[in-house]
T-cell receptor, first 116, second 113 residues
Framework: AQTVTQSQPEMSVQEAETVTLSCTYD???????LFWYKQPPSRQMILVIR??????QNATENRFSVNFQKAAKSFSLKISDSQLGDAAMYFC?????????????FGSGTKLNVKP | EPEVTQTPSHQVTQMGQEVILRCVPI?????FYWYRQILGQKVEFLVS????????KSEIFDDQFSVERPDGSNFTLKIRSTKLEDSAMYFC???????????FGQGTRLTVV
């Protein structure tokens, strides 16, 4: 079974600074998707960014970018110019491309604190 | 922008009672999911549903759980006899097809007392 590991339970960053959240995963599949979801105190799951494994180019979405290292099975999230509204739990997630109804596997999450 | 809608946002129920959590997926979506997140823990897969049947379920999804798409728009999760350990946030998700994005609802917080 696939596993997703987030080794940083909690991190802090100063407003306007840059922070990187780590994620590693384990899979024997070659085609899959990786995601970062943000979960604010309201506990809604908000998609931040998505990466297709077949793409070598790292995904970017405004201030959010990833460093996808397929061989190392690593998928880190970089948040630039951190804002107070970025404070939340961040979950890394894996989804296989093998089946149509494939499910997500989530990591345990990293709580990000943003200091003014 | 279309979204997945879940009701209620918070439900409190007594142990042993039946609860039904409701979800309205995005209208042209064909694949439906329920996930659960116990407070402080990771989000866990419960069940996936396609073509009016369960396509996959986890070990958590035992005989106390059932899902239904009763009218072509709603997707429900029923817990027959709730236990204290069923207290969690329940997320519904849907997607249109293979390789497409899945969208999550805002969640229903279930508290069993």
């Amino acid at each position: 079974a696939q596993t997703v590991t987030q080794s940083q339970p909690e991190m802090s960053v100063q407003e306007a600074e840059t922070v990187t959240l780590s994620c590693t995963y384990d899979t024997s599949e070659s085609d899959y998707y990786l995601f970062w979801y943000k979960q604010p105190p309201s506990r809604q799951m908000i998609l931040v960014i998505r990466q297709e494994a077949y793409k070598q180019q790292n995904a970017t979405e405004n201030r959010f970018s990833v460093n996808f290292q397929k061989a190392a099975k690593s998928f880190s999230l970089k948040i630039s110019d951190s804002q107070l509204g970025d404070a939340a739990m961040y979950f890394c997630a894996y989804r296989s491309d093998l089946y149509n109804f494939n499910k997500f596997y989530f990591g345990s999450g990293t709580k990000l604190n943003v200091k003014p | 922008e279309p979204e997945v809608t879940q009701t209620p946002s918070h439900q409190v129920t007594q142990m042993g009672q039946e609860v039904i959590l409701r979800c309205v997926p995005i209208s042209n979506h064909l694949y439906f999911y329920w996930y659960r997140q116990i407070l402080g823990q990771k989000v866990e897969f419960l069940v996936s549903f396609y073509n009016n049947e369960i396509s996959e379920k986890s070990e958590i999804f035992d005989d106390q759980f059932s899902v239904e798409r009763p009218d072509g728009s709603n997707f429900t999760l029923k817990i027959r006899s709730t236990k204290l350990e069923d207290s969690a946030m329940y997320f519904c998700a849907s997607k249109r097809g293979a390789g497409t994005e899945a969208f999550f609802g805002q969640g229903t917080r279930l508290t069993v007392v």
